[in-house]
């Protein structure tokens, strides 16, 4: 076969025809789509990051995408260049574009703070006087007050030109936010006045700004200094006696400047109210008077100290110490005191005498002459008196008469406070069965008090004890036998707390012998109504139907109460907020409330009973959907291919549009219009969800139409319809 070769103006054509061709199918395709990926990126302020564009044409093949222009509609939060770099630029969201052809598509930018500083105190101040110490360091706390890591922390000082220098000291405990700076004020070597200094705290990364912090110092001259003379006095008086002379505190400026608006105050060790200190100027020099006062005070050793103040004053404050002594004075007649019990025939009546000073106050030593006569029922006339030798006196005497007595008591010749004394005599032993109990009725979680009454064979109450009582409780509560305690008057008392309500038996004995009604009954009803232990019955609910709710009051023992008269609050949030809910008090222990929720979710049940949360509170309810309702159940159909499977998906829902979960309903799907299918009856998931699917002809294109029913009735949105295209 013989070659041929074009000649060079014939290739260079077939070239041009070959590149006009490649050319024109290039651009003639038309853009259906444009994505930005990813389509949302958070990113950190000063941070950039790229964004890439994917084109399709109108079957969903990726085309080239050179040519896309790239914008941001917030240009001051977000730039973005022609190779869709973005820049984040401050805190904000903006929408970046991608166009080409005429299509374009957007993603979503969120710009984040960036790192910064942030520290505790905006700025910090030392103060001293000239002569003084140096305040106390200063802590700073550093922390992030934006998103990402803030590290690589200094902290330098930075000096006013021709200022003092070096009088700042730094000590930063980590490098990496949140941190902390001791910053420590070398005040020693600086003259009077006021310095400056500024503290910059900066970070290796280049995007975080510096933070300044403004440092003075304060040094003052020439302030005055408090001095005083004495600064401890002492005092000492009899109980009972007139206060003390009082005693004089000068006060002097020992510094510099003025010392005025000097103020004193009064601080005690112990109680107060028994001292006076008062200046008789406010300027110095001066003098502070200083009282105390012993009335109402018993013998004993009284601490205060009157601090002396002076604004300006380098050692303000100062202060004086007081001591003030109350001794116990001599026996005193009139403030002296006795103690005559009352008597029982055939027993001992002891008498004690107790000698006091002026002031009330019990004498611990001997030495009076006191006197003790009886008269009356019994009368032995002058009684023997011993002398305990430590400020008691004591005399006794056996009684034979029930009556009373009349008892003259006199010290150093002068009758004792409330001399003469009366004596009761009482009557004779006890008996027990004639001996009574009041045993009340009782209340869960409240002490259940018995008193028992000693009496004699004729029914006198004793005033005195002795008796060995025992007290058995037994029945819905059963604490056995309980302590009784001998009051020393002719009762005995004895309490249990029942935690049951019910009936109790209480068996009384005394000195082994059954007293008169005994065994006793004391039915026992429950306690007051306890909130931490009411319960209360808060039901799952469904949307539409009523969730109804049952609280029980109960006491601290979790006794069910029979009667209300609490204040109940219920109160419903979270899928459903009905707020506050309407309480009735059933009058029985039980309070009712209702609620009927729509939406499907988890609501909050707060209970409260007296202001306080009831046990278990807040509670849950788990609302789950209603019946189907085919008004609003809804269905997903798919626009449709030849020969394809179109397949659909129909959502049970009740009639507040909630999904139900069950299955359950009949679905019937029929299709007319360029397809004919059905009618077709889905199948049941099982979850709320049926599916259906019809095969469009393998050569029509067109609109389907899709009635679906649910129970017969057409469910939301029927009939759909679907488009079949190739």
Known sequence: MKKRFLTPAVALGVVALAQACTIRDITEVPVASVEVEPSFLTV????????????????????????????????????????????????????????????????????EPGPRFVVSEPSILFQRAVGGTDPEPITLRITNGGGGSLGGISATVQYPEGGATGWLSMALEGLSAPTTLIVTGLLGALGEGVHDATLVLTSQDDRIAPLSVPIQAVVTLDRPIIEL?????????????????????????????????????????????????????????????VQP?????????????????????????????????????????????????????????????????????????????????????????????????DGTYTASYTPAVAGTDTVSITMDGTAISGSPFTSMVGVGEVSPVRSTATVPRGGVASPTRIVVQARDGNDNPLSSGGATVVVTVSGANSPGALAVTDQGDGTYTASYTPALAGTDTVAITMNGTSISGSPFTSTVGAGAASPAHSTATVPDGTAGLPTDMLIQARDASGNPLSSGGATVVVTVSGANSPGALAVTDQGDGTYTSSYTPTAVGTDSVFITMNGTSISGSPFTSTVGAGAASPAHSTATVPDGKPKEPTHIVVQARDAYGNPVTVGGETVVVTVSGTNTAGPITATDVGDGTYTASYTPHPVRTGKDYVEITMNGTPISGSPYTSTVSR
């Open 44 to 111: 950190l302020e000063g941070d950039s990051r790229n964004l890439t564009a994917r084109v399709r044409d109108e079957v969903g093949k990726t085309l080239p995408n050179g040519a896309v222009t790239w914008s941001s509609d917030n240009p001051t939060v977000l730039s973005i260049d022609g190779s869709g770099k973005v820049t984040a630029l401050a805190p904000g969201q903006a929408t970046v574009w991608a166009t080409l052809s005429g299509t374009r598509g957007s993603g979503t930018v969120s710009v």
């Open 229 to 289: 003379s004495p600064t401890a006095l002492e005092f000492q008086v009899d109980a009972g006696d007139a206060p003390p002379a009082p005693q004089t505190v000068q006060i002097t400026n020992r510094g510099g400047g003025v010392l005025s608006d000097l103020k004193a105050m009064r601080l005690y060790l112990g109680g107060g109210g028994w001292l006076s200190a008062n200046l008789t100027g406010t300027t110095a020099p001066t003098e502070l008077l």
């Open 293 to 389: 006062d012993p009335s109402g005070l018993s013998p004993g050793i009284y601490i205060a100290e009157v601090r002396l103040s002076g604004p300006g004053a380098l050692n303000n404050p100062v202060s004086v110490d007081i001591t003030f002594t109350v001794k116990v004075g001599p026996a005193s007649p009139v403030h002296s005191r006795g103690s005559v019990a009352d008597g029982t025939s055939g027993s001992v009546t002891n008498i004690v005498v107790q000698a006091r000073d002026r002031g009330g106050n019990p004498l611990t030593s001997g030495g009076a002459t006191v006197a003790v006569t009886v008269s009356g029922a019994n009368s032995p006339g002058a009684l023997a008196v011993t002398d305990q030798g």
